[in-house]
């Protein structure tokens, strides 16, 4: 059974930073691509950061975070982070975590429940 359990998210001022961390059970870690998508009330999921399997480990940001986020990923504890600065009251949203694997013509997909960041201006 695949989990993934996000922590790490709270109410912080703008300007501020926290760091959201994704553990993963249940899978192969290390062939996975792992990121982060949002989902502000009332809005549409969108894309925050990805991280892939691959040892060099590209990242591909969004456009309103590309500067201020950074992904990691540790594989020895099968876990991705988000590192978030100069946080902006527009990145309140709900975050979640995300594994995704194309192997043979298959997308294998996996989302954590989401944690829940408030940037107060």
């Known amino acids: 059974q695949v989990q993934l359990v996000e922590s790490g998210g709270g109410l912080v001022q703008a300007g501020g930073s926290l760091r959201l961390s994704c553990a993963a059970s249940?899978?192969?870690?290390?062939?996975?691509?792992m990121g982060w998508y949002r989902q502000a009330p009332g809005k549409a999921r969108v894309f925050v950061a990805t991280i892939s399997w691959s040892p060099t480990g590209n990242t591909v940001y969004g456009a309103s975070v590309k500067g201020r986020f950074t992904v990691s990923r540790d594989n020895a504890k099968n876990t991705v982070y988000l590192q978030m600065n100069s946080l902006k009251p527009e990145d309140t949203a709900i975050y979640y975590c995300?594994?995704?694997?194309?192997?043979?013509?298959?997308?294998?997909?996996?989302w954590g429940q989401g944690t829940q960041v408030t940037v107060s201006s």
């Open positions: 249940g899978l192969s870690f290390s062939t996975y691509d």
């Open positions: 995300y594994a995704k694997r194309l192997r043979l013509g298959v997308v294998d997909d996996y």
